[in-house]
Nanobody, 118 residues
Framework: QVQRVESGGGLVQPGGSLRLSCAAS????????VGWYRQVPGKQRELVAR???????YYADFVKGRFTISRDNAKNTVELQMNSLKPEDTAVYYC????????????WGQGTQVTVSS
């Protein structure tokens, strides 16, 4: 199983930016698509963005035009650049690999907290 560590979260004002990073161990990470998900207490975890092993991307409608997902297979990392943040983006963000869109393969890590507030 791939071991992952999410980082880069924090407190930011509305309209601000953050860059999240998902760092994985092992050489098989680069073979999978990787998605960024988010969850707020009391709600289901939702897919935010995804990038395939070849670089094709998917974005949920609520982040299109604001978030950008990228990956560096040499470094086994997937990043999520988040711009124009809104209070409703506040959540714990997680990454996970998959072979099918929206079907994460592994157990969840600790995630990284993003709080958008003035």
């Amino acid at each position: 199983q791939v071991q992952r560590v999410e980082s880069g979260g924090g407190l930011v004002q509305p309209g601000g930016s953050l860059r999240l990073s998902c760092a994985a161990s092992g050489n098989i990470f680069r073979l999978y698509a990787v998605g960024w998900y988010r969850q707020v207490p009391g709600k289901q975890r939702e897919l935010v963005a995804r990038i395939t092993s070849s670089g094709s991307t998917y974005y949920a409608d609520f982040v299109k035009g604001r978030f950008t997902i990228s990956r560096d297979n040499a470094k086994n990392t997937v990043e999520l650049q988040m711009n124009s943040l809104k209070p409703e983006d506040t959540a714990v963000y997680y990454c996970n690999e998959d072979l099918v869109l929206g079907k994460p393969m592994s157990s969840w890590g600790q995630g990284t907290q993003v709080t958008v507030s003035s």
